[in-house]
């Protein structure tokens, strides 16, 4: 399910909708060390690293990381309704 949120993240980060995809990359990351299901997959983690560089770019380091960090106190079920919740 964290997998699902993160290409979530990816295609609200691909819409410009950068706050979105950092709050949902952040609970993403989240359910995944609460569900010891971290990734090693090369090139999942390389996806997430380019995410969170483009992220850096358009917001800011700082801002980046509140917004990731609001996104960590979010439940799975309210990142999975924040995902799939229609975009204006």
Same mark, same amino acid.
């Given at each position: 399910?964290?997998?699902? !949120?993160?290409?979530?993240?990816?295609?609200?980060?691909?819409?410009?909708?950068?706050?979105?995809?950092?709050?949902?990359?952040?609970?993403?990351?989240?359910?995944?060390?609460?569900?010891?299901?971290?990734?090693?997959?090369?090139?999942?983690?390389?996806?997430?690293?380019?995410?969170?560089?483009?992220?850096?770019?358009?917001?800011?380091?700082?801002?980046?990381?509140? !917004?990731?960090?609001?996104?960590?106190?979010?439940?799975?079920?309210?990142? !999975?309704?924040?995902?799939?919740?229609?975009?204006?």
């Amino acid at each position: 399910m964290a997998h699902q !949120v993160e290409c979530f993240a990816y295609i609200a980060l691909a819409g410009g909708q950068y706050e979105r995809s950092a709050r949902l990359l952040g609970a993403a990351g989240k359910a995944r060390e609460e569900m010891n299901s971290l990734s090693t997959a090369k090139h999942e983690i390389d996806e997430l690293e380019q995410a969170m560089e483009r992220l850096a770019e358009a917001m800011g380091v700082e801002e980046r990381e509140r !917004v990731v960090a609001a996104g960590r106190l979010m439940s799975l079920d309210d990142a !999975v309704t924040l995902a799939l919740e229609a975009t204006e």
